[in-house]
């Protein structure tokens, strides 16, 4: 079947700007996870959600980055004010976490967000 | 995206040979593993996990080797391809589920 899929897949905005940033998981899956990928690094993580909720949100830098995933499945990260720093690759990954389905995430292929 | 593995460890191989990737992790309590491989412009792709009762698992052509006295995680990569060209990641999952990536490293496989 389909796999995660993102959009857009770039996106570039001016400093201050607000973005939205879409991630529809593979069909199915309750979790869904975003991470973010700097220049040569590996991906980090921002923000787990179980079903509508944020499970986890730890990982979000400050408050200008909010996630939402109002009906359990599409989610969209928006971040407010944007800056410079906030230029990286944004990955989004789901797993099933079913019983006897393991909880292997599978990732998208990010959208590259650049802030001029 | 393309710049992935721009500062990374690289290591080279010659195609045909096996190729053997480490990893340290951080955290004794992780209680599963997994390694990934991420080509130029996409996303990482799961080739393998280990979960911590374990300390070897086999798949297609690739092994992970799990040493949890020492907290190191290997991948060994059989009869390396130039398709196995990419940036390699292992990753250990922390707490509420989320994974927690070590550096990476690149590797390059010589025709």
């Known amino acids: 079947g389909a796999g995660v899929s993102q959009t857009p897949s770039n996106k570039v905005t001016e400093k201050g700007k607000y973005v939205e940033l879409r991630c529809d998981p593979i069909?199915?899956?309750?979790?869904l996870y975003w991470y973010r990928q700097s220049l040569g690094q590996g991906p980090e993580f921002l923000i787990y959600?179980?079903?509508?909720?944020?499970?986890?949100d730890s990982g979000l830098p400050n408050d200008r980055f909010f996630a939402v995933r109002p009906e359990g499945s599409v989610s969209t990260l928006k971040i407010q004010r944007t800056e410079r720093g906030d230029s990286a690759v944004y990955l989004c990954?789901?797993?099933?976490?079913?019983?006897?389905?393991?909880?292997?995430?599978?990732f998208g292929p990010g959208t590259r967000l650049t802030v001029l | 995206g393309e710049s992935v593995g721009l500062h990374l460890p690289t290591l080279s191989v010659q195609e045909g040979d096996n190729s053997i990737i480490n990893c340290a992790y951080s955290?004794?309590?992780?209680?599963?593993f997994i390694w990934y491989k991420q080509e130029s412009g996409k996303g990482p792709q799961f080739i393998i996990d280990?979960?911590?009762?374990?300390d070897k698992r086999q798949g297609q052509r690739v092994t992970v080797l799990l040493n949890k006295t020492v907290k190191h995680l290997s991948l060994q990569i059989a009869a390396t391809q130039p398709g196995d060209s990419a940036v390699y990641f292992c990753?250990?999952?922390?707490?509420?589920?989320?994974?927690?990536f070590g550096s990476g490293t690149r590797l390059l496989v010589r025709p």
């Open positions: 990954a789901s797993s099933s976490m079913a019983v006897g389905a393991g909880d292997t995430q599978y």
């Open positions: 069909s199915g899956h309750t979790a």
């Open positions: 959600f179980q079903g509508t909720g944020a499970a986890d």
């Open positions: 955290n004794s309590a992780s209680d599963y």
């Open positions: 280990i979960r911590s009762n374990m």
């Open positions: 990753a250990e999952r922390g707490s509420s589920y989320k994974l927690i």
